[in-house]
Every structure is written in structure tokens, then in C-alpha cells.
Nanobody, 123 residues
């Protein structure tokens, strides 16, 4: 029903900025919540932040507050993750995800996932 494709990952230095994109196709409902997750080697996939598609309300993990910003372009069906002041510990595969209903922070609560894009931050 809904397909998600991430892009924009790469290799950067600590302190640099990077913007990820998530292109969505298929039917997207007004009550959907879209989020970014990340998974580092040997660690569990964790919630980074998310946004209500219709109204733009956002929520972030404590580890990225003040550094990362989530936004979307409804006309283009595209979700963005602006990452500033990147740290070595931000290195991970970043995933775009979507679910119907309100905000959730666990992997199993999301129905749709992208393939992921690698972000590597050198120290």
C-alpha cells in the first residue's frame, strides 16, 4: 500500500550537517504518523523522531533534541531529517517508517518501512 525510499546518507565529519529524504508512494492517509529510526552495529533499532503528516506536530528522542529537525512536504509526499552538529555516536543506518494513528516509539508498532540509508560520522 505504502512504499518508502530513503536517500541522502553518506560519510561526514563530526560537527557537519546532513539532510536525509524519504519519498513516499501509494495512499497516505491524513491520520498517519511518520518517523525516523536508526540502528548502529550491535545495537537495537531506536526511535529518532517523528511528525504528524497533516498538522506537523513533532517529537524527538532526547539524544537528538536541538540538533535534528524533522519536516515534510505534503505536495511531494516527502519526509526530511535535517541533522546538524553530527557526532560519532550518530553513525547508523537510518530508516523511514510510517503507521496509522498516533505517535509510537517501538519498531513493531509501524507497518511500513524503507530500505535504510547509511550515515557515517568520522571523529
Amino acid at each position: 500500500q505504502v512504499q518508502l525510499v530513503e536517500s541522502g546518507g553518506g560519510l561526514v565529519q563530526a560537527g557537519d550537517s546532513l539532510r536525509l529524504s524519504c519519498a513516499a508512494s501509494g495512499r497516505t492517509f491524513s491520520d498517519y504518523f511518520m518517523a525516523w529510526f536508526r540502528q548502529a552495529p550491535g545495537k537495537e533499532r531506536e526511535f529518532v523522531g517523528g511528525i504528524n503528516w497533516t498538522y506537523g506536530m513533532t517529537r524527538y528522542a532526547d539524544s537528538v533534541k536541538g540538533r535534528f529537525t524533522i519536516s515534510r512536504d505534503n505536495a511531494k509526499n516527502t519526509l526530511y531529517l535535517q541533522m546538524n552538529s553530527l557526532k560519532f555516536e550518530d553513525t547508523a543506518v537510518y530508516y523511514c517508517a510510517a503507521r496509522r494513528g498516533g505517535i509510537r516509539t517501538n519498531n513493531y508498532e509501524y507497518q511500513y518501512w524503507g530500505q535504510g540509508t547509511q550515515v557515517t560520522v568520522s571523529s
